[in-house]
């Protein structure tokens, strides 16, 4: 019975503990140093299908980031943000059996442990204002919880991940 509950809290831990998986893209051709300013896409966002509550903290959590790299939000901004969310279930089948490796016609019973866990991906689109040209995007991928009492933390932690390399640096000619 201990090994039972060993292995359960075994995989609990590991997966309250996910890790985020970003990517990011951007236009090369554009020069990031020129945008001071942005203002969220209202009409995205609000077809984004998650609670109003997530909607403001994740608003919030790219307002502290935009604020962090000097960039402020503004009525007439250079850049345009918008977001999109989607939720994948996972489910993790285990299976052990157990046999004695000395006595081989000795057969235990076999364990079946079923796991399943929600992996949330968040899209960040940053769009020139003049242009109205995808010039940035970034994608967030990890484990959520949707009863987690820490919601507020691991949004700011995705978007933090995903807006880490915002404004993309340009590489010396030297380091290619």
């Known amino acids: 019975m201990s090994k039972k509950i060993f292995y359960f809290v075994c995989v609990l831990l590991i997966s309250s503990c996910g890790s985020i998986t970003v990517f990011t893209d951007h236009d090369t051709s554009v020069d990031f140093s020129k945008y001071e300013t942005y203002a969220f896409y209202k009409p995205s966002i609000d077809k984004v299908k998650i609670s109003d509550l997530d909607k403001r903290r994740i608003l919030k959590a790219v307002d502290k980031e935009m604020q962090n790299k000097n960039i402020s939000k503004s009525n007439s901004p250079d850049l345009i943000v918008s977001f999109g969310t ?9 299976s052990i059996v157990n046999y004695s490796f000395w006595n081989p016609w000795f057969w235990g019973p076999n364990h079946n442990y079923i796991n399943s866990q929600t992996e949330g991906i968040l899209y960040l689109n940053i769009i020139d204002s003049e242009s109205n040209q995808l010039v940035w995007q ?39």
């Open 86 to 94: 989607e939720a994948k279930e996972k489910i993790y089948i285990n």
């Open 138 to 176: 970034g994608k967030g991928k990890g484990l959520i919880n949707e009863y987690s009492k820490n919601r507020d933390q691991r949004i700011n932690e995705f978007v933090a991940k995903i807006l880490l390399n915002f404004p993309p640096q340009e590489l010396d000619k030297n380091q290619i």
